[in-house]
């Protein structure tokens, strides 16, 4: 299992599997506390925006998010020739903690373990991308700070421009798909549903 494990559900630029790693890396931890931790993120956050997305798009966003934050660590490593495995949810998560903070940046934030200490989800927003650029500058290696920042810049960029772009006009695009597995039906490339 440690060999499967290693080749899909890691993102390694340098590995044979390039393609199903960006989103399986997605759904892997290193250790407990590692997921327990994203998890906790993700929880606080979930309830804000999936009630600004709905259940179907926030499934959508957050499955692309893990594909693009990955393709940006591929690139950062590309770049910077540091071949690394790396894993975890951060990349996702980190667009909807930046599509939360970017719709709401009023919003009052807390640190679990200081919650004396509150600060604007904008603020917030803005602390995280400085510590990630800072981190892929100069090249800290605690967390995946390209996968990271990727994601963030990734929830700012839907919340901003792409549900616009992409949800509210993706109806040619499944008309387009419906009309060619109708297509590959009749053709008995397939089955009728």
Excluded at 71 to 85: D, H, I, L, Q, R
Excluded at 130 to 144: E, I, V, Y
């Amino acid at each position: 299992m440690r060999r499967i494990m290693f080749t899909y559900f890691t993102s390694d630029p340098s590995s044979r599997a390039l393609c199903s790693p960006m989103l399986l890396s997605t759904f892997s931890h290193f250790s407990l506390f590692h997921m327990a931790a994203n998890m906790y993120v993700l929880w606080s956050f979930s309830s804000s925006i999936v009630s600004l997305l709905g259940c179907e798009q926030f499934i959508a966003v957050y499955l692309s998010a893990g594909v693009v934050s990955t393709f940006v660590s591929y690139v950062a490593k590309m770049a910077t020739g540091k071949f690394e495995p790396s894993l975890g949810a951060s990349g996702a998560i980190m667009t909807v903690l930046a599509a939360v903070c970017t719709t709401m940046p009023e919003a009052k934030l807390a640190i679990i373990f200081l919650p004396m200490f509150t600060f604007t989800a904008g603020n917030a927003l803005k602390a995280i991308i400085a510590f990630d650029t800072a981190g892929l500058a100069l090249g800290w290696r605690f967390f995946d700070h390209a996968a990271h920042l990727g994601g963030a810049l990734f929830g700012m960029w839907y919340v901003t421009y792409g549900h616009e772009l992409i949800w509210k006009n993706r109806e040619p695009l499944v008309k387009a798909w419906h009309e060619m597995r109708t297509k590959n039906t009749g053709k008995g490339g397939g089955r009728s549903n």
